[in-house]
């Protein structure tokens, strides 16, 4: 195997690593690691050989990253057979964090009437200022990246 072919499944299994955390199966971020390095788009054929994924198993990771925005499908003129290839990127999941953290937020604001004393009053209000705080600051970058100030220097 070439130094760059290792590198590139190196890359792959921490993108997989990556989303794990994200609550996705291992499996469905090495798909999208594996579409992201990609020139084009692969068929699902193509991405369970080269990731040792069974048909199926390639199938459920692309419905999973479809679901979340980072692929789409293009089907064939005449076949059943798709091709897939990756869209967006972690912005996606960030948004759909966000989303996640704003239903845990109004969670916890609803428990301020259940609280027995002060002390655990502001304790639910620290934690949800936390949360609103990051939800603020990731909402904040991605209006930069949108308008195109988050782009690195070159």
Known sequence: MSEHDERAAEFIESVGDALAAWHLSRATGRVYGFLLLRQGPETLDTIGAELGLST??????????????????????????LRVEAVGGFEQLLA?????????????????ALTEDARARER???????????????????????????????
Do not use: C, N
Request: proline share 5%; hydrophobic share 30%; net charge positive.
């Open 96 to 112: 759909a964090s966000h989303e996640r953290t704003r239903t845990l937020i109004r969670t916890l604001r609803s428990g301020t």
């Open 56 to 81: 199926g198993g390639a199938s459920t990771a692309v419905r999973e990253l479809v679901s979340w925005g980072l692929a789409r499908t293009i089907p064939q003129p005449g076949s059943r057979r």
């Open 124 to 154: 639910l209000h620290a934690v949800v200022g936390l949360f609103e705080g990051y939800v603020d600051a990731g909402d904040e970058m991605l209006r930069r990246h949108h308008a195109g100030d988050g782009d690195p220097p070159h």
